[in-house]
């Protein structure tokens, strides 16, 4: 037979096939643990969907066909976008950090000006 252990310490279980946990605390401590995980997931997801809205809002008062815009890091900032967040990180040769949140990046420069692509690669 298959050896079982405590999903929350790692011990060796003996009891029931079905046995997941050694302990009603170690119970309730796993379900916690994993309650606070899930928490800490959807406060960033909610983060990165509203990044992203906040792109798409800019976008979309534009040409389809335009890729690119130019913005000011503090606009952004108000219409409540995060620059802390994103969903992947890229340098180029030249050593500038592109950001992405999922099909759009952005990149900052130091006069406080913000460029922000809509990618066809993502
Ligand atoms: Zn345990």
Redesign the pocket.
Known sequence: MQKRY?L??K?YLEGRRDQK???AR?RSSYHRSINLQSSVQSTIHKILLKNHKVIEEIFITLPFTQMKVTKKRIDLSRMGFNFDYCTRIYRNKRGKWYRYIYDYSWMEFSDQKVVIYKSSDV
């Open positions: 405590c929350n310490c011990d946990y050694c302990s170690c």
